[in-house]
């Protein structure tokens, strides 16, 4: 199992949190825990590096990202995005994106887009572009915008969470997206699965999104874990 989008802090040291899994994807939200996690990457083999600024997080200098995206140890650049969630400055969200998006052509990797509340926003600025592969992490834009987005050029994913434990509605989204472009996350510490909702989230409880999917998908654990184990490996090229 890979869990493709968590966050652990720098104090992380309690190993059970990812142990069994075979690796750990760990999304960048500001310029700070973004090196934290090329840090926590040096620690820990299982634990892969993302860089990123997160459209919540605008106040760090854009600037200082691209030295961190040129570390080879940098798998993906993320999560980045809109969220037009409350009071926010959708411009210079959408600047901070479209300089995450060029990065990630310059350089060649893929993106952790974070879309709430503007899906539809996201995929209109995606479509500008060329040569980009990438996962709608926790994907929230229903039926209708998957065939939008599996039409985008490049290779697209969708990322499911916890939350597909329990939010009604869920299972009929994953149904209808290709099995091959589907990825499993916890976005750790938060959305935490059932059994342990309302607990703190941790890495190791992606196998009860696995098993939903599984689920849903009438298949055996062992069948959906290689396939959407095979998933995250060919978007990240790990
Ligand atoms: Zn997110
Ligand atoms: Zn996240």
């Known amino acids: 199992m890979i869990d493709t989008h968590a966050h652990l802090d720098s104090t992380f040291c309690d190993i059970s949190r990812v142990v069994g899994l075979k690796a750990v994807i760990l999304a960048g939200s ?13 620690k820990y083999s299982q634990i892969l590096p993302v860089v ?5 997080e605008i106040n760090d200098d854009i600037n200082l990202l691209e030295e961190l995206v040129k570390n080879p140890d ?3 650049i993320g999560e ?6 409350g009071e926010v400055d959708k411009e210079r969200q959408e600047i901070y994106f479209r300089k ?6 310059k350089y060649r990797k893929p993106l952790i887009i974070h879309a709430r509340k503007a899906v539809d926003e996201v995929i209109e600025i995606m479509a500008e572009y060329k040569n980009l592969s990438g ?7 229903g039926k209708k915008r998957i065939k939008k987005i599996l039409d985008l050029l ?21 149904k209808i997206i290709p099995r091959e472009r589907i990825l499993a996350e916890t976005d750790s510490p938060l959305l935490t699965p059932e059994p342990f909702r309302g607990q703190e989230n941790r890495p190791v409880y992606v196998k009860y999104v696995y098993q939903k999917i599984a689920d849903i998908w009438g298949e055996s654990f062992e069948k959906t874990e290689e396939i959407i184990d095979a998933n995250a490996k060919r978007l990240f090229k790990i």
């Not at 990123?52 to 919540?56: D, F």
């Not at 996962?135 to 834009?141: A, D, E, L, N, T």
Request: charged content about 15%.
């Open 74 to 76: 940098s798998i993906a």
């Open 135 to 141: 996962v709608f992490h926790c994907y929230s834009g």
């Open 52 to 56: 990123g600024i997160h459209p919540q």
């Open 80 to 85: 980045c995005g809109l969220e037009f969630v």
């Open 30 to 42: 500001n310029i700070e825990n973004s090196k934290n996690n090329l840090l926590l990457a040096k």
């Open 100 to 105: 995450q998006v060029e990065l990630a052509q």
């Open 154 to 174: 490049g290779e697209w994913y969708f990322g499911f969470d916890g939350n597909l434990t329990y939010e009604v509605g869920l299972e009929e989204v994953v």
